[in-house]
Structure formats: C-alpha cells, structure tokens
C-alpha cells in the first residue's frame, strides 16, 4: 500500500543505548522530516532532508542523527538515548517544501528508561 | 517564540453544533496548514491557506486567514462524532526558514 510507514510503532530503550527508528515512504517525494511530539509542546522539528544525500538540522537536534541514502528511506537514530529523548517521533513527507502538505506516519513512541 | 497557539485548548460541543478553532502567530507567513491528529495516530493534512488568501472551504471546512491580525480560524460545521480529535495550525513563517510553527493544538470533543 501506497504511504509513510514508521517502525517499530513501540521501542522501550535504555538510557544510553543507541537506537533507530524507521522511516518508508512510496509516493517518491523528495521532502522528509523527523519531529517529535510531547505534551504541552507542539511538533518540534529534528531533522529535514530535500533528497537523498541532503540533510539539515532542525530546531532540537541534539543527540540525533539521521542518513537519506535512498528517497524512500530516512531513518532517525538516537546516539546514546537519554530520559529525556522519551517521546512520539513522527516523520513526514511532501512532495514539495512551500506549498505541500506534510503526510505523516503513525508515529514511533519511544520510552528511555 | 514564534509557535502558532490554538484558541482554545480544549472544546467540547454537542452533535450537529459547530466548532470554530482559532490560531495565532507572531511572524510573517508563506501561508498556513490546518491538521487534524486522531488519538494515537499521525496528522492529517485538511487544508493549505496561502498568504495572499483570505479563506478557502473544503467540505464542512472552512478557514480563514487574516495576515494583519496575523490569525486564523478553522470551523467545522455540522460536527460529527468523527469529527472528535486535535486540530493544529501550522503557519509556514518567513523568519523560521520556512519551516512549518507547530501549536500545542486544539482538542476537540464531540458529544453524541
């Protein structure tokens, strides 16, 4: 099926282990985005990426990296988890940058213990 | 900050009512997204407002954008059960690198 799929959907870590989470896409858009989500903050931006081989960094980025090796592919890994890393991760992609919409996946929820 | 904040931050309404969400921001914008996020699931794209537009309608949808006051309001018209979710506005802001502002969201509860 045509979409953005995220796995695992569940990821329980512990501190300071380093672990990725996955991003798929099958529309071939150029544009794709890491944020996260956590209670009383909006969407906060982690990394971007216009194609693949071209990556930058967002508002948070701290602890994170990502790889665009493929279009389809965008994979988010944290390098050495910490507590406060506990959140939903959402990615995103638009076939454009100004004037398309984003289309999520479901999101990872990753708890750092 | 330059976050967009949604009005209000929670609503509840009956069945068949309407619900209008409100949203400001404090820069200059490209234009601004409404999205809609169901419990435990991924946002939904609902509609794209440019700059230059002052409202725009997609169903039960309506949003209008008023870049002097710089704000914006969604109203979903005769609202469903279905329709029970969080609404977010995302202004695409000029001083953001273009980059979409995210608010907390607006959750909205529709009683049957």
């Known amino acids: 099926d045509a979409g953005i799929t995220q796995s695992p959907r569940y990821k329980i870590t512990e501190t300071g282990r380093q672990v990725t989470l996955m991003c798929h896409q099958t529309?071939?858009?150029?544009?794709m985005f890491w944020y996260r989500q956590d209670l009383g903050h909006g969407l906060r931006l982690i990394y971007y990426?216009?194609?693949?081989?071209?990556?930058d960094k967002g508002e948070v980025s701290d602890g994170y990296v990502v790889s665009r090796s493929k279009t389809e592919n965008f994979p988010l890994t944290l390098e050495s988890a910490t507590r406060s890393q506990t959140s939903v991760y959402f990615c995103?992609?638009?076939?454009?940058?100004?004037?398309?919409?984003?289309?999520f996946g479901n999101g990872t929820r990753l708890t750092v213990t | 900050s330059q976050q967009g904040e949604e009005d209000p931050q929670a609503l509840s309404i009956q069945e068949g009512e309407n619900a209008t969400m409100n949203c400001s921001y404090k820069?200059?914008?490209?234009?601004l997204q409404w999205y809609r996020q169901n419990s435990g699931r991924g946002l939904v794209h609902l509609i794209l407002?440019?700059?230059n537009e002052r409202e725009k309608h997609s169903g039960r949808l309506r949003v209008t954008l008023d870049t002097s006051k710089k704000s914006s309001s969604l109203l979903i018209t005769a609202s469903r059960a279905a329709d029970t979710a969080s609404y977010f506005c995302?202004?695409?802001?000029?001083?953001?690198?273009?980059?979409?502002?995210w608010g907390a969201g607006t959750k909205l509860i529709i009683k049957p």
């Open positions: 820069t200059s914008i490209n234009n």
């Open positions: 995302a202004p695409r802001g000029v001083d953001s690198n273009y980059q979409l502002i």
């Open positions: 529309w071939s858009h150029s544009y």
């Open positions: 995103a992609s638009s076939e454009g940058f100004y004037n398309s919409p984003l289309h």
């Open positions: 407002i440019r700059s």
């Open positions: 990426s216009a194609a693949a081989d071209i990556t």
